[in-house]
């Protein structure tokens, strides 16, 4: 079974960091790219990150560039998302996704929930 699982949410105050992880079983990340999305309550779903499969191009939302930092290790089959000064309208659920292309659909993790808030 094909599964992305995000970890690493909770609360912190504004300025903190936290380092979300998503984790990939039944298939092998390095032939896909990986997105990170969030969604705040009453607001549409964003994209935040996405990383290509090699990792050597990425790309940012407007409003964390310079904060965030997506990375992977294909060696753990995991992508992160580091997130450094955070800010309390980065709050919102945190979720991975990616498009496999032989299945034509997109896989989505479950999320998981970052609290800035002081």
């Known amino acids: 079974q094909l599964q992305l699982v995000e970890s690493g949410g909770g609360s912190v105050q504004p300025g903190g960091s936290l380092r979300l992880s998503c984790a990939a079983s039944?298939?092998?990340?390095?032939?896909?790219?990986i997105s990170w999305y969030r969604q705040a309550p009453g607001k549409e779903r964003e994209l935040v990150a996405y990383?290509?499969?090699?990792?050597?191009?990425?790309n940012y939302a407007a409003s964390v560039k310079g904060r965030f930092t997506i990375s992977r290790d294909n060696a753990k089959n995991i992508v992160y998302l580091q997130m450094n000064s955070l800010k309390p309208e980065d709050t919102a659920v945190y979720l991975c996704?990616?498009?496999?292309?032989?299945?034509?659909?997109?896989?989505w993790g479950q999320g998981t929930q970052v609290t800035v808030s002081s």
């Open positions: 996704k990616t498009w496999i292309g032989s299945l034509r659909r997109d896989y």
């Open positions: 039944g298939f092998t990340l390095d032939d896909y790219v």
């Open positions: 990383i290509t499969e090699t990792g050597i191009s990425t």
